[in-house]
């Protein structure tokens, strides 16, 4: 039997509008179903692909941060080595973001400041020191290095007296130059570290006796007979600690290791 597709009448208006509206009301609940359903598993999908990477993330973040802190902390505590000049004076200037004291670094005849920078000696001091390395050339005497460590407080902010001074070689003149007025010499420095300065050897034994009032200490090479003798007599005189590390005379560099472990122990 053929299904028969009656047509509504007038008189069956009221009961065709009811029946339409029964039709769209049970389309739209299905198609509210439809969407439901579609909205849960694309939102299930979805989740099934981002939680995966928001939870990589979340365990990556962590040591990605730690990471980051962990570089920035090792920078800031060697410090950021800076270049400028103290009043014509060319420097070098790095400091640890806390440091236990201040440290001046000259250097010998054939060399510069930028010598400190050999073997990652200058940076290691700046871990743990406020440091600044001078171009003040060997011939300059103890008025010059004065107004030096004078700007250096001034420019730099680096109290004054500094922790220690650094004399490799020909620069030692400075301190040796001091001599005759050791009681300023306190009010600018409290330890001296000497490498090997052949003034030494040009100064009576009165006059080296004076330096028993500062802590010193005397480093040399091992290959360098001249700075032994130095050395050696700077502890006898002057009451120095004498250390003998590998090396030729500019033993600093060539056993940057030893030489900043002893420093770093003489300053602890």
């Not at 400028?84 to 440091?99: A, E, I, Q, R, T």
């Not at 930028?114 to 008025?143: M, P």
């Not at 290095?145 to 001074?165: D, F, H, M, R, W």
Request: net charge neutral.
């Amino acid at each position: 039997m053929v299904p028969i597709v009656k047509s509504a009448t007038k008189n069956d208006k009221y009961s065709y509008g009811q029946r339409i509206a029964k039709a769209k009301g049970i389309a739209g609940f299905f198609a509210t179903i439809v969407l439901l359903s579609g909205s849960f598993f694309f939102s299930q999908h979805v989740e099934a692909h981002e939680k995966p990477s928001l939870q990589r993330n979340l365990e990556l973040d962590p040591a990605t941060v730690t990471f980051k802190e962990e570089v920035v902390l090792a920078k800031e505590s060697a410090g950021v080595v800076t270049e400028g000049s103290l009043g014509g004076l060319p420097y070098l200037h790095c400091s640890s973001s806390s440091p236990s004291g201040s440290l001046v670094l000259l250097h010998g005849a054939k060399f510069k400041k930028e010598d400190w920078k050999t073997g990652d000696l200058l940076q290691s001091f700046c871990r743990d020191f406020n440091v600044v390395a001078l171009d003040l050339e060997v011939r300059e005497g103890h008025v010059q290095l004065q107004n030096a460590l004078k700007e250096v407080e001034k420019q730099l902010s680096i109290p004054l007296p500094v922790s220690a001074l650094v004399t490799p070689s020909a620069s030692g003149f400075t301190v040796v130059d001091w001599l005759d007025d050791m009681q300023k010499f306190s009010q600018y420095i409290q330890r001296w570290i000497p490498v090997a300065p052949p003034s030494v050897l040009k100064v009576d034994t009165t006059d080296l006796s004076r330096l028993k009032s500062i802590p010193i200490l005397a480093i040399y090479g091992s290959e360098d007979q001249m700075g032994k003798k130095v050395s050696k007599r700077l502890g006898e005189i002057s009451g120095a600690q004498v250390v003998e590390i590998p090396g030729s005379h500019p033993c600093y560099l060539d056993s940057p290791e030893e030489f900043i472990r002893h420093v770093q122990a003489f300053l602890a």
